[in-house]
């Protein structure tokens, strides 16, 4: 099991920048794939942006292209998410999630992953 700490989130302007951290203990975290979820007031939870186990690959889903960024240190055991350009419909808590088995390079689904942080809000006023 691994236990994820999320933080980073807040209010910012339409437009601004944040970025959320996600700290992680337990299990070898260099060992897995770790994706960033959200979940919008009245919607269901997304998929956001995944990055595989030594950072070789990250996928993103199009809405945030060219907007965010998802790394990782695995030395320090935190994933990134870097966020630009906000824009009201980023609001959102938004989780990370460790992946449950080392077979799976970038999963985007929700049941791919078995542990997750308890989220961090973030608002985005206009």
């Known amino acids: 099991q691994v236990q994820l700490v999320e933080s980073g989130g807040g209010l910012v302007q339409a437009g601004g920048s944040l970025r959320l951290s996600c700290a992680a203990s337990g299990r070898t975290f260099s060992s897995y794939a770790m994706g960033w979820f959200r979940r919008a007031p009245g919607k269901e939870r997304e998929f956001v942006a995944v990055?595989?186990?030594?950072?070789?690959?990250?996928y993103r889903t199009d809405s945030v292209k060219g907007r965010f960024t998802i790394s990782r240190d695995n030395a320090g055991n935190t994933v990134y998410l870097q966020m630009h350009s906000l824009t009201p419909e980023d609001t959102a808590v938004y989780y990370c999630a460790c992946a449950a088995s080392v077979i799976w390079d970038t999963p985007t689904a929700p049941d791919a992953y078995a542990d997750w942080g308890q989220g961090t809000q973030v608002t985005v006023s206009s």
């Open positions: 990055i595989s186990s030594r950072g070789r690959t990250t």
